[in-house]
């Protein structure tokens, strides 16, 4: 098992490095940071406010890049929660609710 943990560790150190120096460059150049990049240079920064080194900053990185966002949900779920409230209100049933999901889900 060793073994694993030291592939884990090394391929840790192998993102956090790329990330450091693609992080900058993407800025530079204007350019969007994917999701995974960001998530990278929040675990980073987050390890480097704790002062961790060593192991402990590995397994933090580790625990960090591993972990979902927070009960995130998405514009779509908002939004459907939202219309579906709206409907309920109006108390929509059969295709006239169908409709009014329709339309309230296209709407901006």
Do not use: W, Y
């Not at 920064?45 to 009960?71: E, Q, T």
């Amino acid at each position: 098992m060793r073994f694993h943990s030291v592939s884990v560790a090394a391929a840790i150190a192998t993102v956090t490095i790329f990330a450091s120096f693609t992080s900058p460059t993407l800025a530079q150049q204007g350019q969007q940071l994917t999701a995974q990049q960001e998530k990278m240079k929040t675990c980073n920064a987050d390890a480097n406010a704790k002062g961790l080194k060593g192991d402990a900053r590995k397994s933090f990185m580790s625990d960090c890049l591993k972990a979902k966002p927070a009960a995130a949900t998405n514009k779509q779920q908002e939004k459907m929660k939202a219309c579906n409230t709206q409907a309920t209100a109006q108390q929509l049933k059969g295709q006239d609710r169908q409709k009014f999901m329709s339309s309230c889900l296209k709407a901006s």
